[in-house]
């Protein structure tokens, strides 16, 4: 069985565009359903947060209209109450040791555009994940996090990589619309990664070799699938 390193956002607000704070966190079905799929599946998940802070789920998450209905709100936060002490415990990102993981994996939520992005330890962590081609999966606004890793020149290590990201028509049209302060997308591309978009609100994962990457919430278990694929490979 493989050791995955779960790496979640610590940040509980966004500043936007105009300046103002926007309460933000993970996202709940994200960390819920991939957690849950991956544990199942019979493998150690260890979570870490930069600084070992707690993190926040984005209350909106929690919604019904956002969870898809009120059951799945129920279940998710019901998930999130039965691993709290680990939740509340998580592994501090700089004494994270990667050679120690099969795969790192990161869900989003808006969280990662306001720390994972510039996280110089997350930085280290994904540089010497890619060199040893260990699986590097994140969603959603999780590929934010991989801004994050640069060579001693300041190139991005994921330049020329095919992957799917949160895309600017979802933020646009459910996301924290024009206010957002910027688009992880658009950056991606500016960065030198090759960005493939599905159908907004679709599930779609895009595979790069030990790179693999979903577009928004509804991937959410597409690619813990996927990461179980590459695991057994």
């Known amino acids: 069985m493989a050791n995955i390193l779960m790496v979640v956002s610590a940040a509980n607000s966004l500043t936007m565009r105009d300046g103002s704070e926007h309460p933000t966190g993970y996202w709940a079905e994200e960390l819920v359903v991939s957690h849950r799929t991956l544990l199942d599946a019979g493998h150690t998940v260890h979570i870490a947060t930069p600084g070992g802070r707690k993190p926040t789920v984005d209350e909106v998450s929690l919604a019904a209209e956002s969870a898809g209905g009120q059951d799945r709100a129920d279940s998710f936060r019901k998930y999130l109450d039965s691993i709290g002490a680990e939740l509340s415990a998580p592994l501090v990102l700089a004494d994270v040791d990667v050679a120690g993981y099969d795969a790192v994996v990161m869900p989003g939520g808006h969280g990662p555009m306001a720390d994972l992005y510039q996280d110089a330890d997350l930085g280290r962590i994904l540089t010497a994940a890619n060199a040893a081609a260990k699986i590097i999966a994140p969603f959603c606004h999780g ?91």
């Open 143 to 233: 590929p934010a996090g991989l801004l994050s890793a640069t060579d001693d020149d300041g190139a991005f290590t994921f330049a020329g990589r095919l992957l799917t990201v949160f895309t600017n028509e979802e933020e646009l049209g459910g996301g924290t619309g024009p206010n957002t302060p910027w688009f992880v997308e658009d950056v991606l591309k500016e960065k030198g990664a090759v960005v493939e978009n599905g159908a907004a609100w679709t599930s779609h994962v895009v595979r790069d070799g030990n790179l693999i990457t979903g577009q928004n919430p509804q991937s959410s278990e597409d690619v813990a699938k996927e990461v179980l694929k590459a695991l057994a490979e």
